[in-house]
């Protein structure tokens, strides 16, 4: 269990980190637009990990797990 809180907590202090970089892009259309696909992508993974709990079937898991991944990709791209 405490391997799982660490884990919960390194997810959560990266959707932290995206949260505070969003004010310093700049105030334009480019950094709207960056940010927001930031954001999105950024924050997405807790909840792909948290929902890669509950799963009902191996499969499921995999997916949720590959989604997160994914959307940890994107954030770093």
């Known amino acids: 269990m405490e391997r799982n809180r660490q884990f919960d907590e390194r997810y959560l202090a ?7 970089l969003l004010p310093q892009l700049p105030p ?14 950024g924050t997405s993974v807790g909840a792909h990990l948290q929902e890669a709990r509950g799963v009902e079937s191996r499969a499921d898991f995999i997916h949720k797990m590959q989604m997160a991944l994914k959307e940890i990709r994107e954030a770093k791209y």
């Not at 927001?36 to 992508?41: N, P």
Request: positive net charge; charged residues 20%; glycine residues 14%.
């Open 14 to 20: 990266f959707g932290a980190a995206i949260v505070k």
């Open 28 to 41: 334009n259309k480019v950094g709207a637009h960056l940010g927001d696909q930031l954001f999105r992508s």
